[in-house]
Nanobody, 119 residues
Framework: QAQLVESGGGLVQPGGSLRLSCAAS????????MSWYRQAPGKERELVAR????????NYVDSVKGRFTISRDNAKNTVYLQMSSLKPEDTAVYYC????????????WGKGTLVTVSS
């Protein structure tokens, strides 16, 4: 019943911007740390950005620092990834993830949205 649905992916030129959204339902969103992962062809899935449950702290992979911003709106059960100065190497399927610790780790995943950066 828990569900994460990503949107906002598409084709963008190098140097352009894109905003991804992830809408959550079926669980207590405000108790979960939320993350964006991505997987490019021939590469492992990597953590791109993470934000704590209350939104007080964020983490980013080195390759996107200064270009991407993760944020959340707990009143709307939504997490965002604002991407700017996009590069061809950012091309990947981007996945939304929710995680909570309560007697063990619990994870929920979205199906992903494709971002293609190309001229």
């Amino acid at each position: 019943q828990a569900q994460l649905v990503e949107s906002g992916g598409g084709l963008v030129q190098p140097g352009g911007s894109l905003r991804l959204s992830c809408a959550a339902s079926g669980f207590t969103f405000s108790s979960y740390a939320m993350s964006w992962y991505r997987q490019a062809p021939g590469k492992e899935r990597e953590l791109v950005a993470r934000i704590t449950a209350a939104g007080g702290s964020t983490n980013y992979v080195d390759s996107v620092k200064g270009r991407f911003t993760i944020s959340r709106d707990n009143a709307k059960n939504t997490v965002y990834l604002q991407m700017s100065s996009l590069k061809p190497e950012d091309t990947a399927v981007y996945y939304c993830n929710g995680r909570v610790w309560n007697g063990g780790r619990m994870d929920y995943w979205g199906k992903g949205t494709l971002v293609t950066v190309s001229s």
